[in-house]
Nanobody, 127 residues
Framework: QVQLVESGGGLVQAGGSLRLSCAAS????????MGWFRQAPGKERDFVAA????????YYADSVKGRFTISRDNAKNTVYLQMNSLKPEDTAVYYC????????????????????WGQGNQVTVSS
């Protein structure tokens, strides 16, 4: 069982930056494909970004491409989401997720592909 603990959310003005972190309990963290999703009130959980086991492959939703960067530090069992140029429409609860198998793009953008989820972290962007 992998436990994921997120941190780094909060309130920021439009145009500002935040960095989310997700620490995993699993020693074999480097074998997990990691993703970030977000869910705004009344909406479905949407894909934001994903990263491969080694960190060499990354995927992004079109809405965040060029503004958000996903990265991972396997030595620290942690995945990050650097969010720049934030917009009010980025307001949501952000979740990190772990998949125990390799995912290509078509699988990485689907929430059902992931086996473990964090508790969620609120990000609020004011206009």
């Amino acid at each position: 069982q992998v436990q994921l603990v997120e941190s780094g959310g909060g309130l920021v003005q439009a145009g500002g930056s935040l960095r989310l972190s997700c620490a995993a309990s699993e020693r074999t963290f480097s074998r997990y494909h990691m993703g970030w999703f977000r869910q705004a009130p009344g909406k479905e959980r949407d894909f934001v970004a994903a990263i491969s086991w080694s960190g060499s492959g990354t995927y992004y939703a079109d809405s965040v491409k060029g503004r958000f960067t996903i990265s991972r530090d396997n030595a620290k069992n942690t995945v990050y989401l650097q969010m720049n140029s934030l917009k009010p429409e980025d307001t949501a609860v952000y979740y990190c997720a772990a998949a125990s198998r390799m995912l290509r793009y078509q699988g990485a953008v689907v929430a059902a592909s992931y086996d473990y989820w964090g508790q969620g972290n609120q990000v609020t962007v004011s206009s």
